[in-house]
């Protein structure tokens, strides 16, 4: 097997054929987008080293924001430089999104079709139980981690405390979930190293913007690709309060629709803001949407991707993610509750609670666990249940 430095310079036009097919069969979310890089990159072309491969996933998880977009826009950098790096985080993109802004017209149009209702409606209540399921997905290592360091012993009681600290912020407090999230990751800086250091994390700590229109979506997007922790299903806990409630782009039911959306299609789990962005201001505020979420990823690459060694051995980055991914699991897990409270239909709970048993006991996909649903709400709307 051969290396990229041994073969010479990969050609552009091979990273985007092979990077548009991976966001065109990218179906599963991050499991799938980094076994498909390595399968390519590493097992394949021997274009990348296996221990550097798994290096870089190492660092793209320290990063916020989606890390199997990070990686393969790493990738990218790793095999054609900073052209390499926005041709491949294009074209894994770029698939996904245009999929996402078709089903976004047709389950967003004005007057969609009975049967389109129906799908979007049996969808949609099996998304509490996704929240669910991708937070104890993510749970064993998060606890694993933080048993690690100063004040082992109490590691366990700062990991539930920082779980349920954001399982409320999620349930209760949806705009400022943001501050609960920097909060723990700070006290855990602070746990482990000395009380100075909270002074290098607090300015992380943003609010939500209060006015609407255009800087409201920009600055919602934004807190998706560059303030949050734990993979691309943290949309759900930053986003929900503030299209819902807070500036009206879109009703429960839909916001149900989008992340289910962003579930089924391929590509990265964050282009669900492209949906919210449809909702709020058509195809210009998706496409906003999706630039703004994406643009942090394809910097951190770009310029950080030099200083990867140092970013995981800095103790005070490592203490910092190490509170605020309990806090992130648990904010996804709280906002299972709004996201069922948001369920107008009797027969949509029992939809949940089936879902909720194909995830659970029979141990099957999220992505079927959706479409089946879809499957059994479409069924509903066409015996003359209600569904909107």
Same mark, same amino acid.
């Given at each position: ?6 073969? !010479? ?5 091979? +990273? ?48 916020? /924001? ?20 926005? %041709? ?5 993109? =770029? ?6 802004? #078709? ?12 049967? *389109?209702? /129906? ?9 509490? @139980? ?5 937070? =104890?997905?993510?749970?064993? $290592?998060? =606890? ?6 100063? #004040? ?36 855990? *800086? ?9 002074? #290098? ?9 209060? #006015? ?6 920009? =600055? ?15 949309? %759900? ?35 669900t803001v492209g *949906? ?13 949407? *999706? ?5 942090? $990823? ?36 709280? $906002?299972? +509750?709004?996201? @069922? &409270? ?22 099957? !996909? ?5 479409l089946l649903s879809a499957g +059994?709400?479409?069924?509903?709307? &066409? ?6």
């Amino acid at each position: 097997m051969t290396s990229a430095t041994e073969t !010479g310079p990969v050609p552009l036009g091979t +990273i985007a054929r092979e990077w548009t097919r991976m966001g065109l069969i990218g179906f599963g979310g991050p499991p799938t987008h980094i076994s498909l890089l390595r399968k390519l990159c590493v097992q394949q072309r021997g274009w990348i080293a296996a221990d550097e491969f798994e290096d870089a996933i190492a660092a793209c998880n320290l990063l916020p /924001g989606p890390a199997s977009t990070q990686l393969a826009i790493w990738c990218g950098r790793r095999l054609r430089g900073p052209a390499g790096a926005l %041709i491949a985080g294009v074209c894994f993109i =770029w698939p996904g999104l245009v999929m996402i802004l #078709a089903l976004s017209t047709l389950f967003l149009a004005a007057h969609p079709p009975v049967v *389109v209702l /129906g799908l979007a409606a049996g969808a949609g209540a099996a998304v509490p @139980a996704v929240a669910v399921h991708a937070a =104890w997905g993510l749970a064993p $290592s998060s =606890w694993k981690r933080i048993q690690g360091g100063t #004040a082992p012993r109490t590691g366990r009681a700062r990991w539930i405390g920082y779980a349920v600290a954001g399982g409320a912020a999620a349930a209760l407090i949806g705009p400022f979930l943001v501050l609960v999230l920097v909060a723990c990751g700070a006290l855990e *800086v602070v746990v482990r190293s000395r009380p100075a250091s909270l002074a #290098a994390v607090v300015p992380l700590a943003l609010s939500t913007t209060a #006015a609407g229109g255009l800087g409201a979506l920009a =600055w919602e997007a934004f807190k998706v690709g560059a303030l949050s922790y734990g993979g691309g299903f943290v949309i %759900i806990p930053l986003m929900q309060h503030d299209a819902v409630q807070t500036y009206h782009w879109m009703t429960n039911a839909r916001f149900l629709d989008a992340v289910a959306l962003g579930q089924i299609t391929p590509g990265p789990v964050v282009l669900t803001v492209g *949906v919210i962005g449809y909702a709020a201001a058509g195809y210009g505020g998706a496409l906003l949407a *999706v630039l703004v979420a994406f643009t942090p $990823s394809f910097l951190f690459i770009l310029i950080g991707a030099r200083y990867f060694a140092t970013l995981r051995a800095n103790e005070r980055v490592q203490a910092f993610l190490t509170g605020a991914g309990p806090a992130v699991i648990g904010a996804i897990a709280g $906002s299972a +509750i709004p996201l @069922a &409270l948001a369920l107008g239909h009797g027969w949509q709970y029992a939809l949940l609670a089936g879902a909720a048993l194909w995830l659970f006991l029979v141990r099957r !996909g999220v992505v079927s666990a959706l479409l089946l649903s879809a499957g +059994i709400g479409a069924v509903c709307a &066409l015996a003359g249940l209600t569904v909107s």
